[in-house]
């Protein structure tokens, strides 16, 4: 069962007084924390005397708190054992279109227009593919050729060896983290970022270092002191349209942080989820053709259809072997008949891009309208691709906010999901994949959300892609 110290759960609390009873607004700020995912069902809260002693409140005020998140159903104690984090109805994630709400917490677009195309003609293919034993621990040689053309047309010259195919992203993240990393080494992160990817390295017990990043790009100057200091064995950056905060890393950028990680002997590991997600910032070539030594992950989720959980990993050779021995304890392959889709659908990667550059370009449009319209104090920077605006909501809390658009129909991830301990209080993360309409829609929402902080029922959170 996992627990929280008090001095971490006051650094994810952030600033949470806001001039009401103490106690009301501390049991608030501790279900915002679960309701997005900052504190997990289950986790063990610090016991009422060492979080009073924390924050610096009486042991009344902290009990009262519990004692109201017990009464919401948000809290569950066992004498003697410790007070928990309980989410009502228990962790399922209830069905979008059942419970009316227009879900916003997923940057994600509904199936590209090819996509069924390409499921017809792998199940013409897979009767080839029976004889076979169906275990390919690396991936299938046609999907690995496909992957390795993919970037060299890019710029980044590959071999089929450099390849392996994985269950997804985040799959490969994971076994890079399980094979790469030891309990107590360091991993450069950007600050803010993918909330998994940051969930993964925890789950590996790395220790987190931060790399500031921006709508305006990346500070490499933070990023070298950074370095200097912690020596991080790896480096995770989202180099194309980073999520959340659409910025791309600059060509003379990726070659200073190719030579920061060369000095300091850290793997750099790119994350191309978003890479060709490009409106109109024109073609960059991967990280990798400035470090050689790099890993890249990259799959098709997010250009082709999130259900294709097919993703892959290309490194140098020397590190492909130590994931190839690792990834057994795992699992034993991809499955086959999705990989065969995939490279169809790499056949076809113009038309994916075109189709995404159209629908993501319409959506970006109506969404920062929309926000102009209804609230032109916030600062909102227009990525150039991607799937989301980084908005700055001051002086608005994003997790009340989130809270209140939610009782409302739509739901959102607020700001400190994606950074370390409460950060980007003052950030929403705004995804502009659903249509034009909806996006209109939400604004409205968040407009009528904006005026009142009334949370509603604690509902299950919802999961960040």
């Not at 983290?177 to 993964?200: I, K, N």
């Not at 989820?273 to 400035?290: E, K, Q, S, V």
Request: glycine share 10%.
């Amino acid at each position: 069962m996992a627990s929280i110290t008090s001095v971490r759960l006051a650094r994810l609390l952030g600033s949470w007084r806001h001039g009401g009873p103490a106690y009301a607004e501390l049991a608030e700020r501790l279900r915002l924390l679960s309701l997005d995912g900052r504190l997990p069902d289950g986790t063990r809260l610090p016991a009422e005397r060492d979080l009073a002693l924390t924050l610096g409140l009486s042991r009344t005020t902290v009990a009262a708190a519990y004692g109201r998140l017990r009464d919401l159903g948000a809290l569950t104690s066992v004498r003697g054992s410790g007070s928990y984090v309980a989410l009502p109805g228990g962790p399922a994630v209830p069905a979008a279109d059942a419970s009316g709400i227009l879900d916003l917490t997923k940057a994600a677009m509904p199936a590209a227009g090819v996509v069924e195309e390409c499921y017809g003609h792998a199940a013409a293919q897979i009767g080839a593919e029976l004889g076979g034993s169906g275990y390919e621990l690396l991936g299938l040689p046609r999907l690995r050729v496909a992957v390795a053309e993919h970037f060299t047309r890019r710029g980044a010259a590959t071999d089929p060896d450099q390849v392996l195919i994985t269950t997804g992203v985040q799959h490969g993240l994971s076994l890079l983290a399980r094979a790469l990393l030891s309990p107590g080494d360091r991993a450069a992160v950007e600050q803010p970022t993918y909330p998994h990817a940051m969930d993964t390295l925890l789950a590996a017990k790395a220790r987190l270092v931060g790399i500031p990043v921006s709508p305006d790009g990346w500070d490499l100057e933070a990023a070298e002191e950074a370095f200097a200091a912690a020596s991080p064995t790896v480096a995770y950056v989202m180099p194309d349209f980073q999520n959340p905060t659409g910025a791309s890393l600059a060509p003379e950028g990726r070659e200073r942080l190719a030579r920061l990680a060369d000095r300091h002997g850290t793997l750099l590991v790119a994350d191309e989820t978003t890479a060709l997600l490009d409106i109109r910032r024109g073609p960059l070539a991967p990280l990798a053709a400035w470090s050689p030594t790099s890993v890249t992950l990259g799959g098709l989720s997010k250009l082709a259809w999130g259900g294709l959980r097919i993703g892959w990993i290309r490194a140098p050779r020397s590190v492909l072997a130590r994931l190839a021995q690792a990834r057994p304890a795992l699992d034993l392959g991809t499955p086959v008949f999705e990989q065969l889709v995939a490279a169809e659908l790499l056949a076809r990667e113009d038309l994916l891009v075109a189709e995404r550059r159209t629908r993501l370009a319409a959506g970006l449009d109506a969404l920062t309208g929309a926000l102009a319209e209804s609230f032109p104090e916030w600062q909102v920077a227009e990525p150039d691709g991607g799937m989301a605006v980084w908005a700055d909501c001051s002086p608005l809390s994003s997790s009340r906010l989130v809270v209140a658009a939610h009782a409302r129909g739509v739901a959102l991830t607020a700001g400190p999901r994606f950074g370390f301990d409460g950060a980007f209080e003052h950030r929403l993360r705004l995804p502009f994949t659903a249509s034009p309409d909806d996006l209109r829609d939400a604004v409205a929402i968040l407009r009528a959300a904006s005026t009142s902080w009334s949370a509603g029922p604690a509902d299950v959170p919802l999961i960040t892609v």
